[in-house]
């Protein structure tokens, strides 16, 4: 079956990089998402990577996937206190197919 | 573009009875729409998959009976949870597909008293 698993939590200061990683069983994934939840709220989609590519920058975010491994992170950039919530990864194999999700990494980002 | 509403945004009833959650993709049509349950401090559960026009597939362990589906346009889907009890209290979030992407609704705080 299908298994995402994630680290629970991470605490950074305010400037520094933060790297949330993400792990994934299932081969046949094709599409690998971020959300973002912020507390009491829904999921807000960060980015994505298609399963053929190796990296995604998007503004201060950056996805690397590593297939072999199958081994996904998401590295912020100059991370701000606004980017204290729970990152979910999540993965499909395929469109219009249920995502899966890992439990979420609480990051924390303190001044 | 790409946004999906969820109404209510938060809901208190008594145990006993029936809560009616929309799920509206205000600016596409969607017609798959996904329905989720987060207990707190978890993670998302896939509770159904709505396509309009037809039955919702259900995972397993959700009850269909409690938890009605429909999704009778291509801009909104409805979960209606029936005799609803404290365990039912939850965060339900509701996502539509647009191409490869699934968009999330804000959620609905469910508060079964």
Same mark, same amino acid.
């Given at each position: 079956?299908? %298994?995402?698993?994630?680290?629970?939590?991470?605490?950074?200061?305010?400037?520094?990089?933060?790297?949330?990683?993400?792990? #994934?069983?299932?081969?046949?994934?094709?599409?690998? #998402?971020?959300? =973002?939840?912020?507390?009491?709220?829904?999921?807000?989609? /960060?980015?994505?990577?298609?399963?053929?590519?190796?990296?995604?920058? %998007?503004?201060?975010?950056?996805?690397?996937?590593?297939?072999?491994?199958?081994? /996904?992170?998401?590295?912020?950039? %100059?991370?701000?206190?606004?980017?204290?919530?729970?990152?979910?990864?999540?993965?499909?194999?395929?469109?219009?197919?249920?995502?899966?999700?890992?439990?979420?990494?609480?990051?924390?980002? =303190?001044? | 573009?790409?946004?999906?509403?969820?109404?209510?945004?938060?809901?208190?009833? =008594?145990?006993?009875?029936?809560? =009616?959650? $929309?799920?509206?993709?205000?600016?596409?049509?969607?017609?798959?729409?996904?329905?989720?349950r987060q207990f707190p401090k978890?993670?998302?559960?896939?509770?159904?998959?709505?396509?309009?026009?037809?039955?919702?597939?259900?995972?397993?362990?959700?009850?269909?009976?409690?938890?009605?589906?429909?999704?009778?346009?291509?801009?909104?889907?409805?979960?209606?949870?029936?005799?609803?009890?404290? $365990? %039912?209290?939850?965060?339900?979030?509701?996502?539509?597909?647009?191409?490869?992407?699934?968009?999330?609704?804000?959620?609905?705080?469910?508060?079964?008293?």
């Open positions: 079956g299908e %298994d995402v698993e994630q680290s629970l939590f991470l605490s950074v200061r305010e400037g520094d990089s933060s790297v949330i990683n993400c792990t #994934y069983t299932d081969s046949s994934s094709t599409y690998l #998402y971020w959300y =973002k939840q912020e507390p009491g709220a829904g999921l807000q989609l /960060l980015t994505y990577i298609f399963s053929n590519m190796d990296m995604k920058q %998007d503004q201060r975010l950056t996805v690397l996937l590593n297939k072999k491994d199958k081994h /996904l992170s998401l590295r912020i950039a %100059d991370t701000q206190t606004g980017d204290s919530a729970i990152y979910f990864c999540a993965e499909t194999l395929g469109a219009g197919n249920m995502l899966t999700f890992g439990g979420g990494t609480r990051l924390m980002v =303190k001044p | 573009g790409a946004v999906v509403s969820q109404h209510p945004s938060w809901v208190i009833c =008594k145990s006993g009875t029936s809560v =009616k959650i $929309e799920c509206r993709s205000l600016d596409f049509q969607a017609t798959t729409m996904f329905w989720y978890q993670s998302l559960m896939l509770m159904a998959t709505s396509n309009e026009g037809s039955k919702a597939t259900y995972e397993q362990g959700v009850e269909k009976d409690k938890f009605l589906i429909n999704h009778a346009s291509l801009t909104l889907s409805t979960l209606t949870v029936t005799s609803a009890h404290p $365990e %039912d209290s939850s965060f339900y979030i509701c996502s539509a597909l647009q191409a490869d992407t699934q968009y999330f609704g804000p959620g609905t705080r469910l508060t079964v008293l």
